[in-house]
């Protein structure tokens, strides 16, 4: 069971307001932000930082994402519910609990051996159920496809062709593309070989690792 305070509401709701004050507009991606609990991914000593717009380190080297991230990038996607969403990079599963609070079927698949055992775990533990993969995102998951939409949660050096693949004509992929920092890349599919591209402003993620780079 979640403790979910006043206070705990409290906050979220000056967040919802200062991602407002950033330029999110979509009532269902404000809703959900204010209804999920951030603050369990946080140990109680630092329960003040869980509703801040600060990305924060969760262990074995990652970082849950920026709300504001997490918000923008959410927001890009045009969720219906019921959506099938691919995501890649599960973290902590911040983003993961956001899609589902949105209605979406969620697919999301973590590389980290560590943080997909603790989180293929905690999400059901506390009521957020989507299908956990461990595995390597660059292949996506093509047992599963295709997806209506496709969310990138790590900074990739390159769009990966299986993932365009797996998403289905009119879906909508949301991608973080470049080296130190990211230009947020919306690509819509026109066609099964016509998609169209647009830009948005720059981001920081920490790296979408291709497998040679894993060190196992
Ligand atoms: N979505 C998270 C943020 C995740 S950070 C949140 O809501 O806070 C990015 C994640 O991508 C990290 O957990 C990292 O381990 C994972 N990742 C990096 N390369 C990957 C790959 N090739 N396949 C799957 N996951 C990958």
Redo the contacts with the bound molecule.
């Keep these: 069971m979640v403790t979910d305070t006043y206070r705990h509401k409290g906050l979220r709701k000056k967040l919802v307001e200062l991602l407002k004050e950033k330029g999110i507009k979509n009532a269902d991606v404000l809703n959900a932000i204010g209804n999920v609990p951030r603050h369990v991914f946080f140990d109680e000593t630092f329960i003040g930082k869980a509703y801040e717009d600060i990305?924060f380190p969760?262990g074995?080297g990652?970082?849950?994402?920026r709300p504001h991230t997490?918000a923008f990038q959410t927001e890009l996607l045009k969720l219906k519910r019921d959506e099938k969403v691919l995501?890649?990079?599960?973290?902590?599963?911040?983003?993961?609990m956001?899609l589902i609070e949105m209605g979406a079927k969620v697919y999301t698949?973590?590389?980290?051996k560590e943080?997909y055992d603790r989180t293929h775990k905690f999400l059901p533990g506390i009521g957020y159920n989507a299908k956990f993969i461990y595995?390597?995102?660059?292949k996506g998951l093509p047992l599963f496809a295709p997806f209506d939409k496709i969310i990138i949660?790590?900074g990739a050096p390159f769009i990966p062709n299986d993932l365009l693949s797996q998403l289905k004509v009119g879906g909508l992929m949301v991608i973080p593309i470049g080296d130190k920092v990211q230009t947020m890349t919306l690509l819509e599919k026109k066609s099964l070989k016509h998609f169209e591209k647009t830009e948005f402003g720059e981001f920081k993620?920490?790296?979408?690792?291709?497998?040679k780079e894993?060190g196992e």
């Design positions: 990305a969760i074995a990652q970082t849950i994402s997490v995501e890649i990079g599960t973290g902590c599963g911040y983003q993961t956001v698949i973590e590389r980290q943080l595995g390597d995102g660059y949660t790590a993620f920490v790296p979408l690792l291709e497998r894993w």
